[in-house]
């Protein structure tokens, strides 16, 4: 089973959602997160700078 190994710094917890928000975006439509973000109504746009 893999595991998720989720940074501790700051910098590092920063670079993973822009990383997470950039795919988010290119996936545009085909996005896997499209239905949670929407369900619990978070842009991530608006969160990653």
Known sequence: MARNV???D???Q???ATK???QHVADATN???S???TQNNINLSKIVL
Request: net charge negative; aromatic share 12%.
């Open 6 to 8: 989720l940074p501790e």
């Open 31 to 33: 996005s896997v997160l």
């Open 14 to 16: 920063q670079n993973l």
């Open 35 to 37: 239905p949670f973000l």
């Open 20 to 22: 997470v928000n950039n």
């Open 10 to 12: 700051f910098a590092s």
